[in-house]
């Protein structure tokens, strides 16, 4: 972290995203800001709604280059829109960072059918849920974060969550709903009682899957005291042939 004159006193941390929580002044040197702008494999445009990972929906306000430290590079600005906060991404590290677009009406159809399809995948170790479910975290994906969702909230539903876990679940819960409401022009309440029913559902249809496997073993697999009155009878069956 180091602080530098351009920016007053704000604090400038050249990590893949610089996050200011004022509006900054722009420089001297500032370019007008183009239509569009070639991030890595995406083109963003001004009023763009994207996707930061962890931080969630932003709005593209403008695009310039900036001379930081000596170093002219081109930046995004995002506004993330629930708390207000600017972000500025390097142009060049947007998909190193994950930075996307929002997902579609189409998608969200994708979404909601991945929430409810009772596929639930959990890690008995706490240390290995946990890494694979932070590294879902980190890739943006909204598909990922279902996962996420899915299976910390069918976790807690038997055992208690850990501080850090419960926390994950409501950053995944919270990040949904607000892309989904954005996309659908729709209240976060509504979008987060439809996210509930599909969550139920993904339960119940687990929970059927579960029985029938249980059935199915039980069917398959004869039983023991069975299987030793055969073992004994057969010897018994022979002597008297003889």
Same mark, same amino acid.
């Given at each position: 972290?180091?602080?530098?004159?351009?920016?007053?006193?704000?604090?400038v941390?050249?990590r893949?995203?610089?996050?200011?929580?004022?509006?900054?002044?722009?420089?001297s040197?500032?370019?007008?800001?183009?239509a569009t702008?070639?991030?890595g494999?995406?083109?963003?445009?001004?009023?763009d709604k994207?996707?930061?990972?962890?931080?969630?929906?932003?709005?593209?306000?403008?695009?310039?280059e900036?001379?930081?430290?000596?170093?002219?590079?081109g930046?995004?600005?995002?506004?993330? &829109?629930?708390n207000d906060?600017t972000?500025l991404?390097?142009?060049?590290?947007?998909?190193?960072?994950?930075?996307?677009?929002?997902i579609?009406?189409? @998608?969200v159809?994708r979404l909601?059918?991945?929430?409810?399809?009772?596929?639930i995948?959990n890690?008995?170790n706490?240390?290995?849920r946990?890494?694979d479910?932070?590294?879902?975290m980190r890739?943006g994906?909204?598909?990922?974060? $279902?996962d996420v969702?899915k299976?910390?909230?069918?976790?807690s539903?038997s055992?208690?969550?850990?501080?850090?876990e419960?926390?994950m679940l409501?950053?995944?819960?919270a990040?949904i709903?607000?892309?989904?409401?954005?996309?659908?022009?729709?209240?976060?309440?509504?979008? @987060?009682?439809?996210v509930?029913?599909a969550?139920?559902?993904?339960?119940?249809?687990?929970?059927?899957? &579960?029985?029938?496997?249980t059935?199915r073993t039980? &069917?398959?697999?004869?039983?023991?005291?069975?299987? &030793?009155?055969?073992?004994?009878? $057969?010897p018994?069956? $022979?002597?008297?042939?003889s």
């Amino acid at each position: 972290m180091a602080k530098t004159g351009l920016f007053g006193p704000f604090i400038v941390d050249f990590r893949p995203a610089v996050v200011y929580t004022h509006e900054v002044v722009p420089s001297s040197n500032s370019l007008l800001p183009p239509a569009t702008c070639n991030g890595g494999n995406v083109n963003f445009q001004v009023g763009d709604k994207v996707i930061y990972p962890n931080h969630g929906l932003g709005i593209v306000e403008r695009v310039e280059e900036k001379t930081i430290l000596g170093t002219t590079c081109g930046f995004f600005h995002l506004r993330i &829109v629930s708390n207000d906060t600017t972000v500025l991404v390097p142009v060049a590290n947007v998909d190193g960072v994950g930075l996307r677009k929002a997902i579609t009406d189409e @998608e969200v159809e994708r979404l909601f059918a991945l929430l409810s399809d009772g596929r639930i995948d959990n890690h008995q170790n706490w240390k290995g849920r946990f890494k694979d479910n932070s590294d879902k975290m980190r890739t943006g994906s909204i598909y990922d974060m $279902a996962d996420v969702l899915k299976s910390l909230t069918f976790l807690s539903k038997s055992k208690s969550l850990s501080f850090r876990e419960k926390r994950m679940l409501d950053r995944a819960k919270a990040l949904i709903i607000s892309e989904v409401s954005e996309v659908m022009r729709e209240k976060a309440l509504e979008i @987060e009682q439809q996210v509930d029913l599909a969550l139920e559902k993904c339960f119940v249809v687990k929970a059927r899957t &579960v029985a029938r496997a249980t059935v199915r073993t039980k &069917v398959v697999k004869p039983p023991v005291k069975a299987v &030793v009155i055969a073992a004994v009878a $057969a010897p018994r069956r $022979a002597a008297r042939a003889s």
